[in-house]
């Protein structure tokens, strides 16, 4: 049995462990210049570290929306979308959704973590298989966990063991959901989501994709991976978020009216969640408008990834060659050369963060460098010239 006390030395020997291994984290107050520009640690740096894929945070229009709802109407919404917090915004803005993706309906969360949290425990119970893969994003992570489903992790992107496991599992269960990311969150690749369509049919399952990292970014109009791939869109169920390429804050699903009036009473980070300012809102709905007419932009992205992969590649530095997402790993030994590298990078005044368990696996360390639409090829090369 623990006393209080014990607690409180336990933890700080964890710590404390945490920080001999490379792995202790803290926040660091950082000042936002710009798309590309960060004021952090009493300097001002270039960074590649953003989720604002097209630098729509600091877009004029989405900007001027947010300041003129903010004079019209309260900061907070007050409650639950169920209760009074379905502003006028948050209706616009599902209708706004379902007709990017292409959908009857669409739900808004407080966050793409909440959406995907409440859409697979919604849905998935003790009679269901989850077959997940092995580098989804935490969400998908601990919704598999409290879903209480018989969940199996099939290695990354492998088509023949997640094959596998259907073919010797998928008649045990009711229903059998496969979960995975389409654009990964740390190594940038991209799902295997054409196989996994086929899948899905010949063993009537139902995919989850979570386009976090994929919409707005990928695809003509930015709709995906899910699009893009031509899937049938009746063995899917799609998640995204407003917090990376549309600039804002909040998560959703679409998919049609059976699913969406499901989570309305199903999903409890729905339910129990107060819902988003209308302002914000209001200024996602205007981002999206915006995001589906930048396909210049998604070009620019991809020419950016592709020349600094081959640079990184030509200079002996590990990456992922192939793939054109702006989310370009630099692969390193172990946490404390992470670390090392971006403090050098830092000191040349450029700050690329340094990737670590949890968040990846121990051989998987990282320096994540995140493009987005303001990055210059000189900017890539300054990048370059520092490593």
Not at 67 to 89: E, F, Y
Not at 211 to 219: F, K
Not at 268 to 290: G, H, K, M, N, W
């Amino acid at each position: 049995m623990l006393t209080p006390k014990d607690l409180w030395r336990s933890l700080s020997e964890d710590l404390q462990d945490r920080e001999s291994k490379g792995l202790f984290r803290t926040p660091v107050e950082t000042h936002s210049l710009g798309p590309a520009s960060i004021f952090r640690g009493g300097r001002q740096l270039l960074h590649f570290a953003s989720n604002d894929y097209l630098g729509m945070a600091w877009h004029p229009q989405v900007r001027q929306e947010y300041q003129k709802m903010t004079g019209q109407t309260g900061v907070g919404s007050g409650a639950s979308p169920l209760i009074l917090g379905a502003s006028a915004p948050y209706f616009r803005l599902t209708k706004t959704l379902a007709q990017w993706h292409h959908c009857e309906s669409a739900v808004v969360f407080p966050s793409g973590y909440a959406a995907n949290l409440g859409t697979i425990t919604a849905l998935a119970g003790p009679a269901d298989l989850i077959l997940s893969d092995a580098l989804n994003h935490a969400c998908l992570i601990d919704a598999c966990r409290l879903s209480k489903a018989t969940v199996k992790v099939y290695p990354h992107r492998d088509i023949d063991a997640l094959a596998g496991f259907l073919a010797s599992s998928r008649r045990q269960f009711r229903m059998a959901f496969i979960l995975t990311d389409t654009v990964f969150s740390m190594d940038g690749d991209i799902a295997p989501i054409g196989q996994i369509d086929s899948l899905c049919k010949e063993y009537d399952a139902i995919g989850i994709a979570d386009e976090a990292h994929a919409s707005g970014v990928v695809g003509t109009c930015g709709t995906g991976v899910l699009d893009q791939a031509q899937v049938d869109r009746s063995l899917w169920i799609k998640t995204g978020t407003l917090s990376k390429a549309i600039g804002c804050v909040g998560g959703y699903v679409v998919g049609n009216n059976i699913l969406c009036q499901t989570l309305h009473h199903r999903a409890r980070s729905f339910i129990y969640s107060t819902a988003l300012p209308p302002a914000l809102l209001s200024a996602a709905c205007t981002s999206i408008e915006i995001v589906q007419k930048m396909d210049t932009q998604r070009q620019k992205l991809i020419e950016l990834s592709s020349y600094l992969r081959r640079q990184l590649l030509d200079a002996c530095y590990r990456t992922r060659r192939d793939d054109t997402t702006p989310i370009v790993p630099i692969y390193v030994q172990d946490p404390q050369e992470a670390i090392n590298l971006s403090a050098k990078l830092y000191e040349s005044g450029i700050y690329v963060p340094a990737i670590r368990p949890p968040t990846v696996p121990p051989e998987g360390c990282l320096l994540r460098v995140s493009l987005n639409a303001a990055h210059t090829i000189e900017d890539c090369q300054k990048l370059l010239a520092a490593l």
